[in-house]
């Protein structure tokens, strides 16, 4: 009974540590009234990873505040946008890691996600770190054209692991997310 007492702290403490997404600022384009930014937050309220939403609607930005513990689904976030009538103009996550050694141009297993860092110098992540999603869809064509050139791996254009990337983990996920710091 004792070595399952252990067991079960030991599984606790394992999961309450595990690394996660905290919030999101995004930034919508296209907003240009009050019913807009409505429309946007409604359907950004329906995602079931959200605890609650804040706005700043002089920028037209939403504060997304995520359960802790939830699956964030990056993706996610941007249909909810999109089914609203509007894309992403930028979106800034804070995840917290714990000793995470990032490169430039490597892939990163993190919180059930592929993170491709692109643009970064080298160095280890502690804490709460804001990274930018820099996906098409999620930056200008023009910043993506930009970023596009400082690799040569193909998952940028597609999004989707290719032979370039080596998934540090067996169940890592095929969906990769570029970001920058």
């Known amino acids: 009974m ?3 007492s252990i067991l079960l702290v030991a599984l606790g ?3 309450g540590a595990q690394a996660q997404y905290k919030k999101a600022s995004l930034q919508a384009s296209g907003l240009t009234c009050a019913m ?6 409604e359907s950004l309220q329906t995602l079931p990873f959200v605890d609650k939403i804040d706005t700043d609607l002089d920028n037209t930005t939403f504060i997304l505040h995520f359960k802790p513990g939830a699956a964030v689904n990056i993706d996610a976030i941007k249909q909810k946008v999109e089914d ?12 917290n890691f714990d000793e995470v050694k ?4 490597t892939h990163v297993p993190f919180a059930g996600s592929t993170l491709h860092f692109m643009h970064i110098k080298d160095q280890v992540l502690n804490g709460d770190k804001d ?6 869809d999620f930056v200008s064509s023009k910043q993506f054209k930009k970023y596009s050139t400082e690799t040569s791996m193909p998952c940028y254009k597609t999004g989707i692991m290719a032979d370039c990337c080596k998934p540090h983990e067996a169940n890592a996920s095929k969906r990769v997310y570029h970001v920058t710091i």
Not at 36 to 41: E, N, P, Y
């Open 2 to 4: 004792k070595a399952l």
């Open 13 to 15: 403490l394992t999961f």
């Open 36 to 41: 807009c930014s409505r429309a946007t937050l």
């Open 84 to 95: 609203a009538g509007f894309s992403v103009g930028k979106l800034v996550v804070t995840a």
């Open 102 to 105: 990032v490169q430039n141009d």
């Open 131 to 136: 990274i930018t999603v820099i996906d098409k």
